[in-house]
């Protein structure tokens, strides 16, 4: 990649919450430019002037370095079909996805790069962390999940809570329990909580506003551009610096 010329960005949701976010922030990052903003619609969004796209017409778009993908399941295929068209990058959170989208993602790694992360904040990457090591001393304690996200989520557990519960079992040898609510326009918190007899402990993420899933997908989709193919980790690019 031509390390003078800016990185080339495909939002793929851009009308969404996060989508707008990363709409936004992008605007920051002189490294990075946004050249198609894609949604299910396609319909104009205020205050941007980027080249908007509907999903249908993904195949029209310009040519992009990296696809930032934040939709829905319903989406997904069809992003990650224009990124090995066009042998582009894929940063997706997309969460709810299915078991056949997550093979079809893994396969895609063969031929481009993709980093796919439940949550892009680098607090649960830290949280992801101290997870698995507090389940690895507690190996006997109820370990238990719980998540409150706002009522507009549509899959539950969320994908964080997923990822966190995945970091457990690897410590431990055991799933957790996991508990959700969906109130209000809570943007997301995840409590890990491990509990033995006659005590406690709780580790607690709260995310305070979307900015920091969008700060951390912009983030990585430079850290992805000029990669070689292969199923990337958030933590690994976070911690490369
Ligand atoms: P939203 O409902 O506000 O926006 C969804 C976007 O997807 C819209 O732009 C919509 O037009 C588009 N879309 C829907 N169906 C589509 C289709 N068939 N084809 C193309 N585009 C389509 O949702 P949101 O709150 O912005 O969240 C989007 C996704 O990101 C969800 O899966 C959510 O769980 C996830 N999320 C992930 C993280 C993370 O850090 N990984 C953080 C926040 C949200």
Same mark, same amino acid.
Do not use: C, M
């Given at each position: 990649m031509n390390s003078s010329s800016p990185i080339r960005i495909l939002i793929h949701g851009a009308s969404g919450r996060m989508g707008q976010a990363l709409l936004r922030l992008a605007r920051e990052n002189p490294a990075l430019q946004v050249v198609a903003a894609v949604s299910r619609s396609g319909a104009a969004i205020d205050g941007v002037d980027v080249p908007m796209f509907a999903s249908a017409d993904l195949a029209r778009c310009p040519s992009f370095d990296v696809a930032i993908d934040f939709s829905l399941p319903e989406g997904f295929d069809a992003v990650l079909a224009a990124c090995k068209m066009r042998k582009a990058a894929l940063v997706s959170g997309t969460t709810g996805l299915s078991t /056949? /989208?997550?093979?079809?993602?893994? /396969?895609?790694?063969?031929?481009? &790069?993709?980093?796919?992360?439940?949550?892009?904040?680098?607090?649960?990457?830290?949280?992801?962390?101290?997870?698995?090591?507090?389940? /690895?001393?507690?190996?006997?304690? +109820?370990? +238990?999940?719980? =998540?409150?996200?706002?009522?507009?989520?549509?899959?539950?557990?969320?994908?964080?809570?997923?990822?966190? !519960?995945?970091?457990?079992?690897?410590?431990?040898?055991?799933?957790?329990?996991?508990?959700?609510?969906?109130? !209000?326009?809570?943007?997301? =918190?995840?409590?890990?909580?491990?509990?033995? &007899?006659?005590?406690?402990?709780?580790?607690?993420?709260?995310?305070?506003?979307?900015?920091?899933?969008?700060?951390?997908?912009?983030?990585?989709?430079?850290?992805?551009?000029?990669? &070689?193919?292969?199923?990337?980790?958030?933590?690994?690019?976070?911690?490369?610096?």
């Open positions: /056949q /989208q997550r093979e079809a993602l893994a /396969q895609a790694a063969h031929t481009i &790069p993709v980093l796919w992360a439940s949550n892009f904040s680098l607090g649960v990457v830290v949280l992801e962390e101290l997870s698995r090591r507090a389940a /690895q001393a507690l190996t006997g304690w +109820d370990a +238990d999940i719980i =998540e409150s996200h706002h009522v507009h989520k549509k899959d539950a557990p969320s994908g964080t809570a997923l990822t966190l !519960g995945a970091a457990v079992a690897a410590g431990r040898g055991s799933a957790p329990h996991y508990a959700s609510l969906r109130a !209000g326009d809570i943007i997301g =918190e995840h409590s890990v909580q491990f509990t033995g &007899p006659g005590e406690r402990i709780e580790l607690i993420h709260r995310a305070g506003n979307r900015d920091i899933f969008a700060r951390g997908a912009l983030s990585a989709a430079a850290h992805l551009a000029g990669r &070689p193919a292969g199923n990337h980790r958030l933590a690994d690019l976070i911690f490369s610096d």
